[in-house]
């Protein structure tokens, strides 16, 4: 299916000359199986190797090259001394000093009386020039570039690899077509891509690497634009699917208003509206509902639930974990039980006649609303007619999970939430194809949370005040404790969170509970409801409880080495307090030294609860290859592109994106065939799969 112009840059890197089955592995691991992956993978420096003019106006400690008279081999009696060979730059003694030494090859390489070109870090150590295993040492001065590119490596892979496997490669790669329009390229001062890559292949200063670079921000719009094509083919397919028309009568959802104990939100009732008029066309609705931590997305997801089991359709709500599945199952039949609407949990753990009896429900129609892990979508569940299907925390799934579950019956409506505000150009990346609804605002009459940052060493303090607050005869409070490892680890000086709580239990007793990824399902729920009905006061965790997780009487909370985790973390943490009325306490404790990075982090946390604002910061301080830790998330990566510096690219080829699609929607124009190729090039081959199959 791939055109044959893009044959090269898909061969498999083993083909290159000289990168035998040991390179190759190397290589892949850092940079992907084809060519193409070893190109997209960028120089992080450039050394400039220029001639030493004068090494009395030199500065030691930088790069450069220099002609030695090799003069004398000074050979180590152990192995513990390094091996030396002297030498004369005209008048000036030179030292190189080789450990771990081949003697042998610095013999043949070095021959006393010949004339070599040396290049390498320039050091002055006791008042003597030092060269430490030169990078090159040869003949004739031509061998050594004059500008070298520096490549991020992986162990056992060095430099001169990489570098040998761009090189190799660049001579042949091919002159595409161009899809960029004209006048854009103009204004953006843009070259064509075949110059593009070999440019930024060539660095010969600091500017040259930079991300704002015109060369670097051709291939990284390049990038985007193949992802915003991507996207927009995949929804115009969507849109063009047919889907149940899911418009209730209204008696349950008015109903459900009336028993409600509080006044829905403005954004609320706006982003139910806006739902039920989506649900109610005649396509496939697939809706992302971001919410703020607190902001009441379950409520929503209720109503909109309770519309399609009006409409005579069933509903499934799928949610990451057990402990948040069965606190959904608790609200849910809260307000569905007094409707006479049947709601159900399907998780990993109903085995035997229970699971079989609940299947055949399901298969009947006899279940109004599922609930469930991940196993309301295996293979012998199976739906009388399901209309709806809700996503809690998206990015705890893969799409192709999201997938799975829509395609148990065709034109199933899709509604997908997060409580993890997600950055705007994270959200165009990776939910372009979806329509989008943000709840903005929190229920009437919550305070703010008090967010402080304190040192480790006042840990005694904070253990104090905490039990003069849980034992407070009149007003007792409950205390979210969160750690961020299991167990000891050599790599880690973090405590693990079985240590803290048995510190804890020693004064505490047993109103300690502990609750960490690592314990059975069954036992994190006996622990996490003994903590929701009041029975232990202090709930020490790892990050299990970061979502979802709703104890209203909990109003304190404690992150140990909070300057460890990202701005989303922290913030989707402290989102489990300040859910009642009451007024409450988020205690960040850091350790030792805290970077640049840390104390930003620290100080935003400090400033605002505001979700949003702290997404943007999140990208700007970490990068978007680790918000949210897209790397498990599902969350578009980038080779070429940087969404914390190239956002304003993403929006330009989001708006250019739709121009071309509604200009030209089966990409049939020469534009359109250029831009196929480009699709193809960053392989996106299931977006012409969607062209050719409409």
Known sequence: ??????????????????????????????????????????????????????????????????????????????????????????AQPIELVFFNYHKQYVAEALPIGSLRWISGKIELNYGKIQVMHPDYIVSDLDKIPEYESVYPLTAGLSGKIIAKAVHQALPFVPQLPEWLDGPFMKQENFHPWRESLVKVHHPKSAEDLSPLHPARRRLAYDELLANQLALLISRQKMKRKRGFKIDGDGHLTNALLTQLPYQLTGAQTRVISEIKKDAQSDYKMLRLLQGDV??????????????????????????????????HLTTFKRFCDPLGVRVELLTGREKGKKRNELLEDIKNGNINILIGTHAVFVEDVSYQKLGLVVIDEQHKFGVAQRLALTDKQKGVDLLVMTATPIPRTLALTTYGDMDMSILDEKPVGRKPIDTRVLPVSKLDEVVQKIYDATTDGCKKTQVYWVCPLVEESEKSDLMAVEKRYAELKNIFGDKVGLVHGKMKGAQKDAIM?????????????????????DVKAATLMVIEHAERFGLAQLHQLRGRIGRGFEQSVCLLLYAGHLSDTAKARLKIMRETENGFLIAEEDLKLRGAGEVLGSKQSGFQEFCLADLSVHGDLLLTASKDAKMILNMDADLTTSRGQALKILLYLFQKDQAILTLKSG
């Not at 209720?302 to 974990?321: H, I, R, Y």
Request: charged share 15%; aromatic share 8%.
């Open 1 to 90: 299916m791939r055109p044959p112009i893009l044959n090269f840059l898909f061969k498999d890197v083993s083909s290159l000359s000289g990168i035998g089955p040991k390179f190759a592995k190397l290589i892949k691991k850092l940079a992907g199986s084809y060519i193409v992956g070893v190109l997209w993978h960028l120089p992080s420096g450039v050394n400039y190797r220029g001639l030493v003019k004068s090494f009395d106006t030199f500065v030691p400690g930088q790069v450069g090259t220099f002609c030695m008279e090799v003069a004398e081999h000074v050979i180590p009696s152990s192995r513990r001394v390094p091996y030396r060979v002297l030498g004369m730059c005209g």
């Open 294 to 327: 607190g902001a009441g997305k379950t409520i929503v997801a209720l109503f909109t639930m309770l519309n399609a089991v009006e409409a005579g359709c069933q509903a499934v709500l799928m949610a990451p974990t057990d402990i948040l599945a069965r606190q």
């Open 529 to 549: 409801a003994e903590f929701a009905a009041g029975n232990l006061s202090v709930l020490v965790s790892t990050t299990v409880i970061e979502v979802g997780v």
